[in-house]
């Protein structure tokens, strides 16, 4: 919602001229100004890079972590939910069936966590230059995306491991892994706009993400819903991913396209409504981070 004009005077030297910015916010609730998050795109590259830079510095095993948080949880998961609580896996080892599901949820979760955080982690950014504050969330929202695709390598080597055959299903991968994203995006941008006026969403973020995950069909099967109630359970935009990621990887049922229509729903009604809600409020930014 902002607009850039330059106006350039001669000064009483014709050699030598004056370049005055001047930046005035945008009018009306649906000036919204995303073009220059095109023009701005280089800005949205080095932030990308300085949080994977930031991320793995001075760690001991690196890329590694990207692995273990998920393997970790599975072996959880499988001992507590699979072995003890006999939860069924639609046929599946327990171990893949959990894993599959945590893949996407592992991305999903980190990319709001970072999301969340990142205008008032990034204060002194905002206070001292001027660039689209949309930048900041769609950076924090693409670059778990590493850790996504060292974890997804793993996972390939367990579906050989266990012997499952993923079929033409896998096209539809790309398709699960951007509503999976626009959904980060999108709640990622309600947060954070959110965080910089009450920092009480900073302390309530893990504690959202812990609720997020058991209402999620991540260690148990979307089958387990009544299926009345299948299509409300579609409200959570995870469980048409999840199982969408299931159904293309191990070829389990599958989901049913009401769920999947109406997590791309409410996904696309976050987004309008969340990007709408941040340049609404990004003018402030500057003077309450």
Known sequence: MQTISIDTASTSRPTRSATTVIIRPGRGLFDLDLASLWEFREILYFLVWRDIKLRYKQTA????????????????????????????????????????????????????????????GDANLVKKVYFPRLLIPIAAVLSP???????????????????????????????????????????????????????????????????????????????????KWRLVYGLNPMAGVIEGFRWALLRTERPALGVIAMSAVVVLALLIGGVMFFKHLERSFADIV
């Open 61 to 120: 095993i690196g890329a590694a972590w990207a692995i273990l948080q998920p393997l970790a949880t599975m072996a959880i998961f499988t001992v507590i939910f699979g072995h003890l609580a006999k939860i069924p896996s639609d046929g599946l080892p327990y171990a893949i069936f959990s894993f599959t599901g945590l893949l996407p949820w592992t991305y999903f979760s980190q990319a709001i966590a970072r999301s969340g955080a990142s205008v008032v």
């Open 145 to 227: 995306l590493v850790d996504f695709l060292i974890s997804f390598v793993f996972l390939v080597g367990m579906v050989a491991w266990f012997g499952v055959r993923p079929g033409w299903n896998m096209v539809a991968l790309p398709f699960f892994l951007a509503l999976a994203m626009i959904a980060a995006l999108a709640t990622g941008l309600w947060l954070s706009a959110l965080n910089v006026k009450y920092r009480d969403v900073g302390h309530t973020l893990p504690f959202l993400i812990q609720i997020w995950l058991y209402a999620s069909p991540v260690a148990y099967s979307v089958t387990l819903i009544p299926e």
